[in-house]
């Protein structure tokens, strides 16, 4: 039983890691959204813009 902690422990102490990584990448992605997002209105605001007499 001693034995099986042992080895069941690295795994566990692995897992927040990857969880983090897994985060980053969710947190990037929102990110790169947001940006294109911004970029978008902003070409949909010039375009108004130019359109307006």
Same mark, same amino acid.
């Given at each position: *039983? *001693? $034995? $099986? !902690? !042992? /080895?069941?422990?690295? &795994? &566990? $102490?692995q897992q927040p890691y990857e969880q983090q990584l897994l985060l980053q990448q969710q947190q990037r !992605? /929102?990110?790169q959204q947001l940006l294109q997002q911004q970029q978008y209105q902003q070409q949909l605001l010039q375009q108004q813009q130019y359109q307006q007499p």
């Open positions: *039983l *001693l $034995q $099986q !902690q !042992q /080895y069941e422990q690295p &795994i &566990i $102490q !992605q /929102y990110e």
